[in-house]
C-alpha cells in the first residue's frame, strides 16, 4: 500500500466520523491542475427513504457552467473520489463544526493532512436532522 493510499483512507476515515458524529459540514475538492473542464465537486449529505445518502455535485465548465449531481452511499465515498484526486485535484477539504482539515497533494503529488480552525459553526443541516430523527 503506498504512502498517498493510507493518506486517503485516513482522511476519508475522518470524512465517515465527521458524518457519524454529527459534525460534518460539507467536504469539496478543488485546486486543479491545469484547465480542466470538471472544477470542483462538493459533497453534501441527503437523505433518501430514510437512509442517508452523499449529494456530490459536480461543477463543470465547458462552454458554459454545469452541475452533475450524483447520489452514493456513504460506504462509496472513497471509490467515487480518490479517482479525481491527483486527477484533476490536487486538494479535498473537510469541513466539520471541530476543525477544517484539508488533503493536500505537493508538486511531487505527495499526500499529506492538515488541520486547522473551523470554517462552519454548524453542521450539515440534512445530517443534523436525520441524526435528531433516531
Known sequence: MSEN????????????ASIANGTFAKLTLAKTVGNPELQNIYVKTIVEDN??????????????????IKICKLDDIEAELIPHINNPFLSALLFTTES???????????????????????????????????
Open 5 to 16: 493510499t493510507i493518506t486517503y483512507t485516513e482522511f476519508f476515515n475522518q470524512v465517515r
Open 51 to 68: 437512509i442517508l445518502k452523499l449529494s456530490m455535485t459536480y461543477k463543470i465548465y465547458t462552454t458554459e457552467k454545469q452541475e452533475l
Open 100 to 134: 477544517d482539515i484539508s488533503l493536500k497533494l505537493n508538486k511531487k503529488r505527495v499526500a499529506r493532512i492538515d488541520e486547522q480552525a473551523p470554517t462552519f459553526k454548524n453542521a450539515d443541516a440534512n445530517l443534523v436532522e436525520f441524526l435528531s430523527s433516531k
